[in-house]
């Protein structure tokens, strides 16, 4: 094989390893921001959950049972929120504080269903 067609064929060899690289490069891209909105759209799902669980408290007349009613979809919220954010998220100490947010949240929920049902 002469030089200029062993020069041809590492040119073409690099360029079509090149075009792979650059083919996986776009493709973890294109799966980065698909990820994003999925983690975006979770998030939102998650608030327009709590406004309309929110929204359909009647009022009973009582603060504290409207407190209650109230807050349960909205610790609720905080809980899917900060999962979503384990789930997607990278920042170590979002993933503590998204995991104190799921432990906090969650024993307050217990708290509020106890006083309800004990009420």
């Not at 041809?8 to 921001?33: I, K, M, N, P």
């Not at 905080?78 to 789930?87: G, H, Q, S």
């Amino acid at each position: 094989m002469g030089i200029t067609l062993r020069v041809a064929v590492l040119v073409l060899s690099c360029c079509a390893v090149g075009a792979q690289a650059f083919q996986h490069r776009v493709h973890t891209l294109e799966s980065q921001v698909g990820g994003d909105d999925r983690c975006w759209s979770e998030l939102n799902s998650s608030m327009e959950r709590m406004h309309r669980r929110m929204a359909s408290v009647e009022p009973s007349g009582n603060s504290d049972v409207d407190f209650a009613a109230q807050m349960l979809p909205h610790h609720q919220a905080a809980i899917d929120m900060a999962r979503t954010e384990l789930l997607c998220g990278t920042d170590p100490a979002l993933h503590r504080l998204a995991q104190e947010i799921i432990t906090e949240q969650q024993s307050e929920i217990e708290v509020m269903q106890l006083w309800v049902k004990h009420r």
